[in-house]
């Protein structure tokens, strides 16, 4: 369920890192980045620091079997929180659990009191909200890194485009998750587990619409949607043997006890030879006076996912 847009939105400032090593698969519990919003729940407010630890509690102790569940904590509606946790399709139940555990153990280090986070790792995202935060589009672009070199060789467009339109195919047939090479290019793409077919479909092709034309002719590219993210990497001598182990479609989703909730975060930064976008959107009634904003120069270090 995609939930409407505000009358007006807002682009808010945020605490975004980029973490540059990502090329093993072990790194799961790697920051890619993070997105925390400039408001904040006031200090005095004990009521939504036990309904989060709640909430994130909930989380873990469902991500050992299942790659992805949302939920709400909070009796009251004024201090509900809703949150969800999702894992990368190959990532074993033990993995998935630590990833989760991971990523909540950095929201509140990374993100302190703010009443919207995600935290972003190479295996996994795991994000929170008050409710009624409003909430943006499946197919918005949070986050893309452009890697560094050129693909120089004749042929490669043609290629790509093979291999992120196999990969759409795979999406939809194989339950959300799809990782696999074509002619020297790996791919890899995930849907949000309670995204419908056709919905995970037109949000994987939109990512891949921004991966040609925003990192052109990169060896590398990864693009984080809303509800959605896909990665790519040209390996001019053919792909790995370790990535062509992990090529399969299917897992990825899970359960689903909450509502539908999505968050967009917002920032620009470029660092080096990465490119980096991140868009946060905020409710327009959604009011609060006390807000803060926390920047921390630091390792979201995680991936994907």
Known sequence: MVLSHPSSS????????VFLSLASSSDYTNLVFKG????????SDKLHSHTIKHLLDGLISQSSAAKFHNATSGAASSSAVDGRFQCRGDLSGDSCS?????????AGKLCRRAVAVRIQLAGCYLRYEASGFQVAGASELLFKICGPGRAREPGFGARLDAALGGMANGLEDGGGFYAGGYRSVYVLGQCEGDLGGTECVEC????????????????????????CFISYTYYPDGVPADRKSLSSSGGGRGTNSGKTVAIV????????LLTSCFLFTKSAFKKKTTTQHHTHNNNNNYGGG
């Open 204 to 227: 994987v092709k939109n990512a891949d619409d921004r991966a040609k034309s925003e990192c052109g002719g990169s060896m590398s590219a990864q693009v984080y949607m809303q509800a």
């Open 36 to 43: 925390c919003a400039d408001q904040s729940f006031p200090d």
């Open 98 to 106: 630590a990833c989760v555990r991971k990523a909540s153990s950095l």
């Open 10 to 17: 807002l682009i808010l400032p945020i605490s975004l890192a």
């Open 265 to 272: 975060m917002g920032g620009l930064v470029s660092v080096g």
